[in-house]
């Protein structure tokens, strides 16, 4: 009886705790039923606190992501950051542009490969043919965010080639920054993942870490994530180097949700 009560509990949560992180609370609770009926409903009776807590720990917090190739197909970064942000009380707003650079957001720049966009708990909307990316200060004053969340790093690497071009990513970069602090607006940004070696896009660990390090240093007063710590590299799976499977994005969007809400108590206050 008590192991169907522990499984009811906590399947109400499975929305909140996805795949992995809900099958291990399952496994943690009949793990302490083992041991004692009343130890198991104590072990429940913590989760539930902290799953209530992680629900709650957004609302109120508006964000406006904008990114890059991650961000510009459904079941990537839109979806599963999106997702995870969404589940934690948040209002969320995801524009994505493949292959442009931190600079060309700020006019609405010709984008090859496509663009996307999603707002709250709606489909996303993907752009192909004469896809153009949105300026940045026309989607401030559209969203009215808290919070502006920055993912661009893969295309100003310059993966394949001997030299990563320091000042010109830098320049990307505060051309950036310099527009979304002029409203006053907090900003958290979020660094290249690992991926996997070789592929059509050149990536390498080495080089990645080189982008992220500089990264580091240049988005000021940007809150930088650093996503090369939150997994080791080739942990998340990728099918040409850069991008990654269906579960390598669910888990670099939860791992990234976390990061990101660590960051937004001092921010909230700061807004």
């Known amino acids: 009886m008590i192991g169907l009560i522990i499984n009811l509990r906590l399947f109400r949560f499975q929305p909140i705790l996805k795949d992995a992180r809900y099958?291990?609370?399952?496994?943690?609770?009949?793990?302490a039923l083992t041991l004692s009926g009343s130890i198991a409903l104590f072990a429940c009776d913590v989760f539930e606190r902290w799953a209530l807590d992680m629900q709650n720990i957004l609302a109120g917090v508006a964000f406006l992501i904008i990114g890059d190739s991650h961000f510009s197909r459904e079941n990537y970064l839109i979806t599963t950051l999106h997702n995870e942000l969404l589940q934690r009380g948040a209002q969320v707003e995801t524009f994505g542009a493949c292959g442009l650079t931190a600079g060309e957001w700020i006019d609405s720049?010709?984008?090859?490969?496509?663009?996307?966009?999603?707002?709250?708990?709606?489909?996303?909307?993907?752009y192909r043919t004469g896809a153009k990316s949105w300026p940045i200060d026309a989607l401030i004053d559209r969203v009215k965010p808290n919070?502006?969340?920055?993912?661009?790093?893969?295309?100003?690497a310059a993966y394949g080639r001997r030299d990563m071009p320091k000042q010109w990513i830098s320049e990307n970069v505060k051309a950036l920054t310099s527009r979304i602090t002029a409203h006053h607006v907090s900003c958290i940004w979020v660094g290249p993942a690992w991926g996997s070696e070789g592929g059509p896009f050149f990536k390498t660990f080495e080089r990645a870490k080189e982008m992220s390090s500089f990264l580091a240093t240049q988005v000021g007063p940007c809150v930088y994530v650093d996503s090369l710590a939150l997994a080791a590299p080739g942990e998340w799976k990728t099918f040409d180097g850069?991008?990654?499977t269906t579960l390598g994005y669910r888990q670099w969007g939860a791992a990234?949700?976390?990061?990101?809400?660590?960051?937004?108590p001092e921010k909230r206050a700061g807004h």
């Open 23 to 31: 099958e291990l609370a399952k496994v943690a609770a009949r793990l």
């Open 109 to 126: 720049t010709f984008a090859s490969c496509g663009t996307a966009h999603r707002g709250g708990d709606g489909p996303v909307e993907e």
């Open 147 to 156: 919070v502006v969340v920055v993912s661009i790093g893969d295309t100003m």
């Open 242 to 244: 850069m991008h990654f």
């Open 256 to 264: 990234l949700a976390t990061a990101i809400a660590q960051c937004i």
